[in-house]
């Protein structure tokens, strides 16, 4: 049986296909139309799927679309009417768009799907699980449990915003449901807002920057004790009552009342690219440990109703790896499955998951260590491709054999230089897991501020991951579990840490920064945490042999992992993307496949690389 699952139209447009229940090929949009986080539907993406397995449309038993937009065309209705006049503009603003396409979504599906070629609609089924069932699909049946507790949170689907499930086998019972406008990953992105960072792709910074705060200090209590007062009324259970005297979202097109919280915490919104302030790092903290608490009484509430000793997660807020590492560490499970894609992308994966085990009630395939293939689902390339694709740029390169190649990249490391590693199968997901990454010495104290400046072009305090051979992790971090996704923060070891200086919280931002607070600097949050991902050499064996060679050279097999892209781009997806990329950054090496490109022996570029800010 052959499912296409697809996600678009809010953003992190992507396809999945299953064939007989096993995930073979996944992407998203953006890598491919080079727009990042594009919402469009996602015709490139579903190309690669089909060509991939050799199928046409007509040879598909099913598309399953991640969420069931007349429900959520019902959810703004009611919204909108609840609050009028307050949301006239919204509604306005909004209701073109529902009117000429969303309403109408299955022939807008079908009207998209004859832009990659003929078909008979009669032989091919849509299915519309709903967005918080896919979300949960997405995570649970790809775990190699048999029965979990599973939650999800995320901004909202159609009425949900968090949605605690049980799984068992082939069956998903949703147990709880926190609804519209009440969402903890609302609640999350409006401190997004007002720190100046971008909805729906900063709040990963924001999670970066609160580090940053000083935990010792008097404002951060004061913080939290004003959002916790004002803002969010915190159940036991979880279950969270936001105070929309506060927030714009539902009749406005902002989302937060920026006058009402200039007053509460005293001081105005950020302007975008404003140096950051030790106030402004303070209530990123502040919102993140409130984060961490309701995420927390979730989990419980999930292991109370269900009993069970795993745990299973998927939507936007799972991607708060700070937050996943703080369940782990409480020790509420036994074991944890994170869906790499949390976000919508996931919810392309779980829409066809739904699809093939609800809809058609069709056996799973339980698959070690899960049924993500290590999320290396995208498209790779072929030696022919390369070269072909490479030549209009007259790049120079150098050909080893594969043994040769993992020696020579660890000294290229080892001697300072910053490597550009594309191999085999594009990541799926928000990470670059070893197949679309940039690579350097953990060691190197400069290569966090060489990275963020001169490489990725972005804010200086942003921290960077570390990449560990599996079989040496727990020699580095108080991590009790793999992390293959690097979907988990947990601290370095003790014996690894420098000492703090007794003012350290008081000194800048950019003072703290520049201290060196371990032996693996380039690694190292400002808290001595990391967002650690385990490398198996049965998931991704170059990748491993990389790391490998890098520990028979310096003793230690681990390096920092980036995302291969600068700031506002998307992951690299192609071979010539890579190039252009290397070429238009301070990259010293690329590696595709067995062939190295030096900088320094490439044809003059002329390019000036473009970027919008993320």
């Not at 918080?132 to 949900?160: C, K, M, N, Q, R």
């Not at 919102?287 to 989990?299: F, L």
């Not at 996943?324 to 976000?343: C, H, L, S, V, Y």
């Not at 496949?593 to 320094?600: A, L, N, P, Q, R």
Request: glycine share 6%; proline share 5%; net charge negative.
């Amino acid at each position: 049986m052959n499912i296409l699952g697809i996600s678009a139209f809010y953003h992190d447009s992507a396809a999945c296909l299953l064939e007989d229940g096993v995930i073979v090929a996944a992407a998203q949009e953006e890598r491919f139309s080079r727009q990042k986080h594009d919402d469009q539907f996602p015709i490139k993406a579903i190309e690669y799927c089909l060509e991939y397995t050799g199928l046409s449309i007509d040879e598909l038993d099913a598309i399953a679309f991640y969420d069931k937009p007349l429900l959520k065309f019902e959810r703004l209705l009611e919204t909108y009417l609840a609050t009028a006049p307050r949301g006239l503009k919204s509604f306005i603003t909004a209701m073109p768009v529902w009117l000429k396409e969303k309403m109408f979504l299955k022939k807008l599906i079908y009207d998209e799907l004859k832009e990659i070629g003929e078909y008979s609609k009669d032989e091919v089924e849509l299915v519309f699980p709903e967005h918080h069932l896919s979300h949960a699909a997405s995570a649970f049946y790809p775990s190699s449990f048999e029965e979990s507790a599973i939650l999800t949170i995320d901004g909202v689907g159609e009425w949900a915003t968090a949605s605690i499930c049980f799984g068992s086998q082939g069956d998903i019972k949703i147990l709880r449901e926190l609804t519209f406008p009440h969402s903890l990953g609302l609640l999350y992105s409006a401190f997004t807002y007002f720190l100046g960072f971008r909805v729906n792709s900063g709040e990963y910074k924001l999670m970066g920057l609160a580090p940053y705060g000083d935990p010792n200090s008097k404002i951060l209590d004061s913080y939290i004790q004003k959002i916790k007062t004002e803002l969010v009324d915190i159940r036991e259970d979880g279950s969270i009552w936001l105070n929309q005297d506060y927030f714009n979202y539902t009749t406005g097109l902002k989302m937060i009342k920026e006058d009402k919280w200039e007053r509460l915490f005293g001081f105005p919104q950020r302007e975008e690219e404003a140096e950051l302030q030790q106030h402004e790092a303070d209530l990123a903290l502040a919102i993140q440990k409130v984060t961490e608490e309701i995420v927390v009484k979730m989990a419980r509430q999930a292991k109370e109703l269900t009993k069970s000793d795993n745990l299973c997660m998927a939507g936007g807020v799972a991607l708060n790896c700070v937050a996943n590492g703080r369940i782990q560490k409480e020790g509420i499970f036994e074991d944890m499955f994170i869906q790499p894609a949390a976000g919508d992308a996931g919810g392309a994966v779980g829409a066809a998951l739904a699809a093939y085990h609800i809809y058609f009630g069709e056996d799973r395939n339980y698959a070690e260590p899960d049924g993500m293939s290590g999320a290396y689902l995208g498209p790779s390339f072929q030696e022919y491709e390369i070269l072909h694709s490479l030549k209009k740029y007259n790049a120079a390169f150098t050909k080893l054999q594969e043994d040769e190649i993992y020696p020579v990249v660890a000294q290229l490391i080892d001697e300072g230089n910053i490597v550009g590693w594309f191999q085999g199968r594009m990541e799926f997901g928000p990470r670059a897991l070893g197949a679309r990454s940039i690579l350097a010495d953990p060691r190197d104290p400069e290569i966090q501020q060489k990275l963020n400046l001169n490489i990725k072009y972005r804010e200086s305090f942003r921290p960077f991951a570390p990449s560990v051979m599996a079989e040496q992790a727990r020699y580095f971090f108080e991590l009790p579990s793999d992390s293959p996704y690097m979907l988990l923060v947990q601290p370095i070891r003790e014996e690894l840490r420098k000492t703090l200086p007794d003012d350290y919280h008081r000194k800048s931002l950019r003072d703290k920064l520049a201290f060196v607070r371990s032996d693996l600097p380039a690694i190292t949050h400002i808290d001595f945490s990391a967002r650690i991902q385990t490398v198996h050499k049965e998931t991704n064996p170059r990748y491993w042999k990389l790391l490998n060679a890098f520990n028979d050279r310096v003793g230690l097999g681990m390096l920092v992992n980036t995302s291969f892209n600068v700031r506002g781009e998307p992951i690299v997806c192609t071979p010539e993307d890579a190039y252009r990329c290397f070429m238009s950054t301070g990259m010293d090496y690329l590696v595709i496949g067995d062939y190295v490109f030096s900088k320094e022996h490439q044809p003059e570029w002329k390019e000036t690389i473009s970027f919008e800010k993320d």
